[in-house]
Each structure stands twice: as C-alpha cells, then as structure tokens.
C-alpha cells in the first residue's frame, strides 16, 4: 500500500457513538500534556513566499452584481442529553455535552467548559449539511482491521484500576489545543493503532471540521502494520521507554528499540543533535548562528533516524535560513517542499 488515509470523526473526550449515557464524572482526571515538535508548516508558510504575506483590498462587487448570500442548512447543536457538571477548587465548572446526532449518527461529546460549548456552534462541524457525509465509511477501506481488533474497540484498554470510563480515556486519549484550551481527544480507531519509535503514519485532528484523519508518512508496503508514536519521538531511549512504561503500562519492542546498545547510543546521539539545532534554527535574535547548511544538517539527520513526519518542520528551518541569506530561489524551493509535507494531514483531514 503506498499511501493510507485513515479518517474518523473525534469525541472530545468521550467514546463514538455517544447515546443516552449516565456518566459519574470524577475529578480525579490526569494525564500529560506534550507539545507536538513538529510544527504545521502550513499555518507558518504562505504559498505565495516567504515574506510577510501581501493584502490586497477586494474590489468592491457593483450594486448589481452583489451576490445574494447563500443560505446554509445548519445541523442541530441542541444537546441531546442533560449536561453533567463538575466544578474545579477554583470554581470553574466542567461538563459533559454530548449530540448523539452528530455525523449521522456517530454522536460526539465534549467534556469542556459551558463557554467553549456555546462556541462549538459556530464550527463548520456544526454548520454545514454534508460535511461529514463522506467520513467514517469503512465498506472498502484500504486497510484491514484483524477480528481481534474490532473486538478490542468494544474494549478499549485500560491500565489502571478504577472507574471503567475514566481510565480508558486516561490510556487512550490524546492531548491537543481546542479554543485556546487543552482538551483531551478520544479517537477509537486511531487509539488501535500501535506505538512505534520511528512511526510509518501521522495524525491530524482539523478543529474546524471535528474530523480526525492519520495518513501514511512514507510508502507502506503490502502486509506491512501501520503504526503511529504515542509520545514525543525527539527523547533518547530510556527516556522513550519510561514514558510508554509509566502511562500505556508496556516495554516499546519496536525496530529501533529491539536494536543493539550501540545503535541505541547513535541513535540517541543524533537526537541530541537534532534538539541543539531545533534550539538553533529557531533563533532569530541578532546572535543567531542559524545557517542554510545548519538546515540541511537538520533534514540530513531526520533522514537518517526515519523521522519522516519531521521532514516538513525540516524544509521549513531550510526556507526561514535561506531566506535569511537573500538566496530567494532556495528558500522557495525548501517553502514549496515544507507546504506539500505540511498539507498533507489537512487535504487528508477533507478527504
């Protein structure tokens, strides 16, 4: 298979196919927060260059050629269920919001604040009839799921003892932004998917639509599993293996894990290289130390550790230095490159 678009809407913080559900909420909830390192070039690089992007006034329509404005057909954001509600020590009160009508029938629910609820109304997920007409058909996937699979998204896991909900979405829920806070996201499917350190697909949640898609990062060959990375990649091993320990409760077995002590030790090496040139590209202060060849460096190495999903944040820093240098005709070249990587998790998120 060369290419793999997985696409499923997502819950905030439930499970699909929310219906009537009496939920005990408890406020006992936590988990960690990582910040992705890679960055979505395709909201930092415009497509027309590198320079800050050029406005121009739209011509105003003559009187009469003013467009009518469209009417939309709007879906219902009415709540389907009694909202249930915890309140912080500071105050600040929690609920559960669900729609059991959402993407014809998929239901979704939010454990958010009242005030982000009332806005989700506003979101295209919400406004336009059709919208997701085409998600979450799997009659004729380019991928399988095993039996024992399907069977696991009737029993998602759960490491820990406790209430059966909360502790399924502590093992299986990702972090993520969501109007301007940090949310929780619970997508069944893709929390199927296994770990690995060196991942052959990537994930992207589009907040406006509430679809979530992961698509192949490099060629998938026939047979081959389709993996994702359940945590920061840029660490050294142990530091890998103690996170996957501490909150998914298992020892990562994946190729780069299974390899000897001394790839394990170059492999952590160039990682460590990696950050240092993050930290350097990233400084544009006037002792910035920041070069095109530093770039290439960067995009050399993400090569050499399989990072493929980096390949995009590579290109960027390539863009950013050559720019920097007045080589227009190179920075363009990385600008093209970064936006193709970039854009692929949103044309996936429209698919």
């Known amino acids: 298979m060369h290419s793999s678009v997985l696409t499923t809407t997502f819950t905030l913080f439930l499970c699909a196919n929310a219906g009537n559900i009496d939920l005990e909420i408890q406020p006992g909830l936590c988990n960690i927060y990582e910040k992705s390192p890679f960055v979505n070039v395709s909201q930092i690089i415009k497509p027309d ?95 399988e799921l095993p039996e024992e699979s399907k069977k696991i998204l009737l029993r998602t896991a759960a490491h820990n003892p406790g209430d059966m909900i909360m502790e399924r979405i502590n093992t299986n829920a990702f972090a993520g932004e969501f109007e301007g806070m940090n949310h929780f996201f619970l997508y069944p499917e893709t929390a199927l998917m296994n770990h690995d350190c060196r991942p052959n697909a990537m994930y992207y949640h589009n907040i406006s639509t509430l679809v979530h898609s992961a698509h192949a990062s490099r060629t998938i060959n026939i047979g081959e599993e389709i993996t994702i990375t359940y945590l920061n990649l840029l660490q050294s091993n142990n530091e890998r293996q103690e996170t996957l320990k501490m909150i998914w409760g298992f020892d990562c077995d994946c190729k780069l894990c299974s390899a000897s002590e001394l790839s394990k030790a170059r492999s952590d090496l160039n990682i460590e290289k990696i950050n240092e040139l993050h930290t350097t590209l990233s400084d544009w202060s006037s002792a910035s130390e920041a070069t095109p060849k530093l770039a290439l460096n960067l995009l050399s190495l993400y090569e050499k550790e399989h990072l493929h999903a980096a390949v995009g944040t590579g290109h960027m820093f390539a863009a950013l230095a050559y720019n920097a240098v007045g080589d227009t005709k190179s920075a363009v070249k990385h600008a093209k490159l970064a936006l193709d990587a970039g854009m692929n998790s949103l044309n996936a998120a429209n698919k």
């Open 49 to 143: 260059g590198l320079q800050e992007p050029i406005s121009r006034p739209a011509e105003a329509p003559r009187a009469s050629e003013t467009p009518k404005p469209k009417k939309r057909k709007k879906l219902s954001t009415r709540w389907t269920t009694k909202p249930s509600c915890i309140s912080d020590e500071a105050g600040q009160e929690y609920c559960v919001f669900t729609n059991a009508n959402f993407a014809n029938g998929r239901g979704i629910s939010f454990f958010t604040t009242p005030t982000i609820a009332e806005n989700v109304k506003d979101l295209p997920a919400f406004q336009e009839m059709g919208i997701h007409d085409n998600i979450n058909d799997f009659s004729n996937p380019p991928w």
